[in-house]
């Protein structure tokens, strides 16, 4: 089974402090992506990447970057925490070779930001 | 402006009936579409993908239909149980780049009573 695994369920920290969340997935994924979800707003896309060292920016990119240094892992990184960035943040990865493939979440990263 | 529309309100059903979501979008063309179920707490799960081409596409005790001309997906459930509670998302594509690039929806919350 695909596994997608993220580094905490919940997270509290402080306006500008610099938050990494990480993502790691076990299935040799090509694709990777970030999203937050937030009442009433849905999933929203964050960063992707399509391969090492790639990354493209989603819809909401502004106040996040994103690195991946390895194939298997895709950190999201708030570079001065602020509050409005108080959501869950869900990674997925996906398989390449077709476009309409499945993607796999991880449990999510609920972070506060005070 | 580009929208997809999921009834936000929950949709109650009693044991044993079809539930029927709806899933409506607006300024896209999408290629295919998916649906994913959400538990509270977890990340969404891939349940069922149909493309522009088919009409309706069936898994076990889900139904997923596509009208491209009417832009509106709907996603049944038959035989409802208490364990299909949960919040379903519908997923369009819109990766014109040649990557896979999802938009979802709100969700509906669905509540299977015994």
């Known amino acids: 089974d695909v596994k997608v695994t993220q580094s905490s369920r919940y997270l509290v920290k402080r306006t500008g402090e610099k938050v990494f969340l990480e993502c790691v997935q076990d299935?040799?994924?090509?694709?990777m992506f970030w999203y937050r979800q937030d009442p009433g707003l849905g999933l929203r896309l964050i960063y992707f990447?399509?391969?090492?060292?790639?990354?493209e920016k989603g819809d909401i990119p502004e106040g996040y970057s994103v690195s991946r240094e390895k194939k298997e892992r895709f950190s999201l990184i708030l570079e001065s925490a602020s509050t409005n960035q108080t959501s869950m943040y869900l990674c997925?990865?996906?398989?390449?070779?077709?476009?309409?493939?499945?993607?796999?979440f991880g449990p999510g990263t609920r972070l506060t930001v005070l | 402006s580009q929208k997809i529309e999921q009834n936000s309100e929950a949709l109650n059903i009693q044991e044993g009936k079809t539930a029927t979501l709806t899933c409506n979008y607006t300024?896209?063309?999408?290629?295919?579409l998916q649906w994913y179920r959400q538990d509270p707490g977890r990340g969404p799960v891939f349940l069922l993908l149909?493309?522009?081409?088919?009409k309706e596409k069936r898994k076990e005790r889900l139904k997923v239909t596509f009208d491209t001309t009417l832009k509106q997906s709907l996603f049944h459930i038959t035989a409802s149980q208490p364990a299909d509670s949960a919040t379903y998302l519908c997923?369009?594509?819109?990766?014109?780049?040649?990557?896979?690039?999802?938009?979802f929806g709100t969700g509906t919350r669905l509540l299977v009573s015994p």
């Open positions: 299935m040799d994924h090509e694709n």
């Open positions: 990447s399509y391969d090492v060292k790639m990354k």
């Open positions: 997925a990865s996906s398989p390449p070779g077709r476009n309409d493939n499945e993607q796999f």
């Open positions: 997923a369009l594509d819109i990766g014109n780049t040649g990557f896979q690039k999802l938009v």
């Open positions: 300024n896209y063309s999408p290629a295919y």
């Open positions: 149909i493309r522009e081409n088919e």
